[in-house]
Each structure stands twice: as structure tokens, then as C-alpha cells.
């Protein structure tokens, strides 16, 4: 008993060594780009030069970026609101609609995180160039719709498969139709969760950068801008100065979301039974 409790205190002590260096490796470059942003030097080197605001200054003013992050604002929360809206609607029906059709469709649309996001872009340009639209706000649009559908998929599956099955299935009992009972027994449980897909789909589409980069034409978004900007030395502390700004944000909308998933799965999934039919 005594060496079987030295055996796991030990793999214990390597299991928390491991994920100690997991968490160094994941987080400490990106650490240096908050360091480095308020560092009163062009140059990313120890040791630092001293400590200054200057780089943040650089962002007032600046139209280019302003039309850059004025472009990924309208792109994500479209991007978003297509992706949570059919998210949604997948979901449902792989839980709901006990389809083999709607299997196929939940396990198409996740298909997206096994593919490369190069064969996506390219394959997305040659699309939209054979409908004629070509290179586009509206092409960045669908193409980041496409990226973020499998999160909107996946969250809301979770979300609908949380909820007890016995709650549709008094509201078809009472009267209700499939359309009923998803507005207004469904969709009132899963807000929490939908909220939180739009939220983790806006991030997505905020931050992606390789499809854009096909799909792109002369309204770059935010990504594109900085890459663009990583051309010209002196403009790296200003782009670490921006990169600071959006960790910030992203950081605070997938907290967000989270507890916003986290409280759709806390919260009561069951509520009295209307006395009377449904109506539409």
C-alpha cells in the first residue's frame, strides 16, 4: 500500500510538472507581446528600454486601422450571426429531428476543423469566383461562416442535449408543433448557449486570418492589416501594442461566453407545463 502511494504521488508530481511546462510553453509567447508593447524600443530585445505609452498613441488616428477593424467588426458579427443561426438549426435537428439526413448534415458541417485552412481558402476563391462575386466583404462573410460553424455546432449540441427530452415531448402532447416547440420551449432554454456560440463565432471570425487572405480584396480586415504591417520594423511595437489590445478583448468575450455557457447549463432545464394547448 505504502509503494502504491509513493507510485502516484509520484505520477501526480509529473502530471503537475507537465502541465506546468504545457502552460509555459502555450502562454509565455504570448506574454511577451503585452512585455514588449510597452517597451520604449522598436526592437522585441532584452534587456527592455523602459517603459512608455507611446505605441498605444500610435492607434489614435490611424485610418487604416480604423477601416480595418471597422471591416472585421461587420464581418464577425455577420459571420456570427450566420453561423450561430445555422449552428443552431444543425444542432436541433441532430438532437430533435432523429434523421439520418440531419446525422449527415451535423457531421458535414463540422468538417471544416479537419481541413486545412489553405485548401478552405483557395477552394472558397475558386467558389466565389465561379459565382461571380468574386474577392469581397460578403465572400470574407461566407467563408467565415463556414469557419465557425462547427463551434456554433458543437455548443449548441451540447446545449440541446442537456435539456431533458421529456420537455418537447410534453409540448408535442399539449398540441404543439415542431416549429412551436422549438420557438418557445427550446429556444427560451438554449439563449444562454446561443449567446455564448455568437460570442465564441464572433471571436473566430474577428481573429481569422488565412481565408481572409484569400477572400480579401482592397478592404482588409484587422489580421490583414497587422500582417501587413509586419513588413515595416518600425511598425512592430505599434502592432504589439494592437495585438495587447485584442488579446485584452478576446480574453474578456470568451469569458463572457463561457459564463454565459456555464450558466445555460446551471440554470433550470424544467418549467411548469402551459395549462392549455400551444398556440402558434
Same mark, same amino acid.
Given at each position: 500500500?505504502?509503494? =502504491?502511494? /509513493?507510485?502516484?504521488?509520484?505520477?501526480?508530481?509529473?502530471?503537475?510538472?507537465? %502541465?506546468?511546462?504545457?502552460? %509555459?510553453?502555450?502562454?509565455?509567447?504570448?506574454?511577451?507581446?503585452?512585455?514588449?508593447?510597452?517597451?520604449?524600443?522598436? *526592437?522585441?530585445?532584452?534587456?527592455? *528600454?523602459?517603459?512608455?505609452?507611446?505605441?498605444?498613441?500610435?492607434?489614435?488616428?490611424?485610418?487604416?486601422?480604423?477601416?480595418?477593424?471597422?471591416?472585421?467588426?461587420?464581418?464577425? +458579427?455577420?459571420?456570427?450571426?450566420?453561423?450561430?443561426?445555422?449552428?443552431?438549426?444543425?444542432?436541433?435537428?441532430?438532437?430533435?429531428?432523429?434523421?439520418? #439526413?440531419?446525422? =449527415? +448534415?451535423?457531421?458535414?458541417?463540422?468538417?471544416?476543423?479537419?481541413?486545412?485552412?489553405?485548401?478552405?481558402?483557395?477552394?472558397?476563391?475558386?467558389?466565389?469566383?465561379?459565382?461571380?462575386?468574386?474577392?469581397?466583404?460578403?465572400?470574407?462573410?461566407?467563408? /467565415?461562416?463556414?469557419?465557425?460553424?462547427?463551434?456554433?455546432?458543437? +455548443?449548441?449540441?451540447?446545449?440541446?442535449?442537456?435539456?431533458?427530452?421529456?420537455?418537447?415531448?410534453?409540448?408535442?402532447?399539449?398540441?404543439?408543433?415542431?416549429?412551436?416547440?422549438? $420557438? $418557445?420551449?427550446?429556444?427560451?432554454?438554449?439563449?444562454?448557449?446561443?449567446?455564448?456560440?455568437?460570442?465564441? =463565432?464572433?471571436?473566430?471570425?474577428?481573429?481569422?486570418?488565412?481565408?481572409?487572405?484569400?477572400?480579401?480584396?482592397?478592404?482588409?480586415?484587422?489580421?490583414?492589416?497587422?500582417?501587413? *504591417?509586419?513588413?515595416?520594423?518600425?511598425? #512592430? &511595437?505599434?502592432?504589439? =501594442?494592437?495585438?495587447?489590445?485584442?488579446?485584452?478583448?478576446?480574453?474578456?468575450?470568451?469569458?463572457?461566453?463561457?459564463?454565459?455557457?456555464?450558466?445555460?447549463?446551471? *440554470?433550470?432545464?424544467?418549467?411548469?407545463? &402551459?395549462?392549455?394547448?400551444?398556440?402558434?
Amino acid at each position: 500500500m505504502r509503494a =502504491a502511494g /509513493h507510485r502516484f504521488a509520484a505520477g501526480r508530481n509529473w502530471l503537475g510538472a507537465y %502541465v506546468a511546462a504545457y502552460l %509555459v510553453f502555450l502562454y509565455l509567447p504570448v506574454s511577451l507581446i503585452p512585455l514588449f508593447s510597452f517597451n520604449d524600443s522598436i *526592437q522585441a530585445a532584452f534587456p527592455l *528600454q523602459g517603459f512608455t505609452f507611446a505605441w498605444y498613441g500610435t492607434l489614435v488616428g490611424n485610418s487604416a486601422l480604423s477601416g480595418a477593424l471597422s471591416n472585421s467588426i461587420v464581418v464577425g +458579427v455577420a459571420a456570427a450571426a450566420g453561423a450561430t443561426l445555422c449552428g443552431t438549426t444543425v444542432a436541433y435537428m441532430e438532437i430533435y429531428g432523429r434523421s439520418p #439526413l440531419a446525422q =449527415a +448534415v451535423s457531421m458535414i458541417s463540422r468538417l471544416p476543423f479537419l481541413i486545412p485552412g489553405v485548401i478552405v481558402g483557395i477552394s472558397l476563391l475558386i467558389f466565389v469566383n465561379l459565382l461571380g462575386f468574386g474577392p469581397s466583404r460578403l465572400a470574407i462573410v461566407l467563408g /467565415h461562416i463556414l469557419v465557425a460553424l462547427p463551434t456554433s455546432v458543437l +455548443v449548441m449540441r451540447g446545449r440541446f442535449a442537456s435539456i431533458p427530452r421529456s420537455m418537447s415531448e410534453a409540448a408535442l402532447d399539449l398540441g404543439a408543433s415542431d416549429w412551436v416547440t422549438f $420557438r $418557445r420551449v427550446m429556444l427560451p432554454l438554449s439563449l444562454p448557449a446561443v449567446g455564448s456560440a455568437f460570442m465564441l =463565432a464572433f471571436l473566430m471570425s474577428f481573429d481569422e486570418f488565412i481565408v481572409a487572405f484569400f477572400l480579401a480584396s482592397t478592404e482588409p480586415t484587422l489580421p490583414l492589416y497587422i500582417w501587413s *504591417q509586419l513588413r515595416f520594423p518600425k511598425s #512592430l &511595437p505599434t502592432v504589439m =501594442a494592437l495585438g495587447t489590445m485584442i488579446l485584452t478583448v478576446s480574453f474578456v468575450i470568451a469569458g463572457l461566453a463561457e459564463l454565459l455557457r456555464r450558466r445555460g447549463l446551471s *440554470q433550470m432545464t424544467s418549467r411548469p407545463a &402551459p395549462a392549455g394547448p400551444f398556440k402558434p
